[in-house]
Protein backbone atom coordinates (compact mmCIF):
# COMPACT_ATOMS: atom_id res chain seq x y z
CA UNK A 1 0.00 0.00 0.00
CA UNK A 2 2.53 2.77 1.03
CA UNK A 3 4.70 1.60 -2.22
CA UNK A 4 1.67 2.90 -4.30
CA UNK A 5 1.70 6.04 -2.72
CA UNK A 6 5.11 6.61 -3.23
CA UNK A 7 4.58 5.92 -6.86
CA UNK A 8 1.75 8.26 -6.86
CA UNK A 9 3.38 11.09 -5.33
CA UNK A 10 7.18 9.93 -7.63
CA UNK A 11 4.87 11.17 -10.83
CA UNK A 12 6.41 14.30 -12.01
CA UNK A 13 4.12 16.64 -13.17
CA UNK A 14 4.45 18.78 -16.71
CA UNK A 15 5.74 21.99 -15.89
CA UNK A 16 7.01 24.58 -18.16
CA UNK A 17 10.72 24.94 -19.09
CA UNK A 18 11.75 28.49 -19.73
CA UNK A 19 10.66 29.95 -16.48
CA UNK A 20 13.39 32.25 -15.39
CA UNK A 21 13.85 33.08 -11.33
CA UNK A 22 10.95 36.10 -10.56
CA UNK A 23 11.98 37.35 -7.33
CA UNK A 24 9.90 40.07 -5.25
CA UNK A 25 10.97 43.57 -6.77
CA UNK A 26 11.55 42.12 -10.17
CA UNK A 27 9.83 44.45 -12.68
CA UNK A 28 8.64 41.81 -15.16
CA UNK A 29 6.44 41.71 -18.75
CA UNK A 30 3.93 38.90 -18.69
CA UNK A 31 2.93 37.46 -22.13
CA UNK A 32 -0.74 36.09 -21.84
CA UNK A 33 -2.93 34.34 -24.63
CA UNK A 34 -6.19 35.70 -24.44
CA UNK A 35 -9.04 34.07 -26.60
CA UNK A 36 -11.76 36.69 -28.34
CA UNK A 37 -14.99 35.41 -29.32
CA UNK A 38 -16.37 37.53 -31.99
CA UNK A 39 -19.69 36.99 -34.33
CA UNK A 40 -18.50 33.30 -33.74
CA UNK A 41 -15.09 33.51 -34.76
CA UNK A 42 -12.37 32.68 -32.14
CA UNK A 43 -8.92 34.92 -32.29
CA UNK A 44 -5.83 34.61 -30.33
CA UNK A 45 -3.93 37.72 -29.31
CA UNK A 46 -1.09 37.97 -26.82
CA UNK A 47 -1.42 41.03 -24.06
CA UNK A 48 1.32 42.12 -22.50
CA UNK A 49 1.31 43.17 -18.61
CA UNK A 50 4.18 44.43 -17.63
CA UNK A 51 4.81 45.60 -13.36
CA UNK A 52 6.88 45.00 -10.46
CA UNK A 53 6.45 41.41 -8.37
CA UNK A 54 5.09 42.26 -5.16
CA UNK A 55 5.09 38.25 -4.20
CA UNK A 56 5.98 34.83 -4.81
CA UNK A 57 3.80 32.12 -3.39
CA UNK A 58 3.90 28.35 -3.52
CA UNK A 59 7.57 27.75 -3.94
CA UNK A 60 9.01 26.42 -7.67
CA UNK A 61 5.80 23.53 -7.66
CA UNK A 62 2.85 23.34 -10.39
CA UNK A 63 1.12 25.61 -8.14
CA UNK A 64 3.69 28.54 -8.07
CA UNK A 65 2.50 31.99 -8.63
CA UNK A 66 4.07 35.59 -8.35
CA UNK A 67 1.50 38.47 -7.34
CA UNK A 68 2.28 41.56 -10.64
CA UNK A 69 1.23 45.10 -9.84
CA UNK A 70 1.07 48.36 -12.17
CA UNK A 71 -0.18 51.81 -11.98
CA UNK A 72 -2.36 52.25 -14.92
CA UNK A 73 -3.95 56.30 -15.16
CA UNK A 74 -3.77 56.42 -11.82
CA UNK A 75 -5.11 53.29 -10.74
CA UNK A 76 -2.89 50.76 -9.02
CA UNK A 77 -3.85 47.39 -10.84
CA UNK A 78 -2.47 43.76 -9.58
CA UNK A 79 -2.61 40.10 -11.02
CA UNK A 80 -2.19 37.27 -9.59
CA UNK A 81 -0.23 34.90 -12.55
CA UNK A 82 0.13 31.08 -12.27
CA UNK A 83 3.48 30.42 -13.36
CA UNK A 84 2.67 27.30 -14.71
CA UNK A 85 -1.00 28.05 -16.74
CA UNK A 86 -0.96 26.80 -20.07
CA UNK A 87 -1.94 30.63 -21.31
CA UNK A 88 1.17 32.39 -20.28
CA UNK A 89 3.18 32.63 -23.28
CA UNK A 90 6.43 34.00 -21.77
CA UNK A 91 7.90 35.91 -18.44
CA UNK A 92 10.46 38.29 -19.57
CA UNK A 93 12.41 40.34 -16.67
CA UNK A 94 12.71 43.94 -17.55
CA UNK A 95 14.93 45.27 -14.47
CA UNK A 96 15.91 43.34 -11.18
CA UNK A 97 16.06 45.76 -7.97
CA UNK A 98 17.40 45.35 -4.68
CA UNK A 99 15.13 44.43 -2.37
CA UNK A 100 15.16 43.15 1.57
CA UNK A 101 11.67 41.46 2.41
CA UNK A 102 9.59 39.01 0.86
CA UNK A 103 6.53 40.65 0.17
CA UNK A 104 6.56 44.09 -0.97
CA UNK A 105 2.83 44.49 -0.16
CA UNK A 106 3.97 48.09 1.00
CA UNK A 107 4.18 49.39 -2.58
CA UNK A 108 0.64 49.50 -2.25
CA UNK A 109 0.28 52.30 -0.35
CA UNK A 110 3.80 54.11 -1.16
CA UNK A 111 3.80 57.22 -2.05
CA UNK A 112 6.70 59.05 -4.53
CA UNK A 113 10.12 58.53 -3.55
CA UNK A 114 9.22 55.83 -0.69
CA UNK A 115 7.53 53.58 -3.72
CA UNK A 116 10.64 53.59 -5.61
CA UNK A 117 12.89 50.46 -5.64
CA UNK A 118 16.71 50.40 -6.11
CA UNK A 119 18.09 48.80 -9.48
CA UNK A 120 20.63 46.12 -8.44
CA UNK A 121 24.07 45.89 -9.74
CA UNK A 122 25.05 43.41 -11.90
CA UNK A 123 28.48 42.14 -11.07
CA UNK A 124 28.62 39.59 -14.63
CA UNK A 125 27.70 42.81 -16.57
CA UNK A 126 31.33 44.17 -16.23
CA UNK A 127 33.21 41.30 -17.76
Known sequence: MTEEIKEENNTEVVTK?????????DTVKVYQKITDIKDGKTRERIQVFEGVV????????????????NVIDGVGVERVFPLHAPFI??????????????????????????????????????E
Open 89 to 126: EKIEIVRNSKVRRAKLYYLRTAKGKKARLKTKENKNQG
Open 17 to 25: KEIPDVKPG
Open 54 to 69: LARKHGKGISATITVR
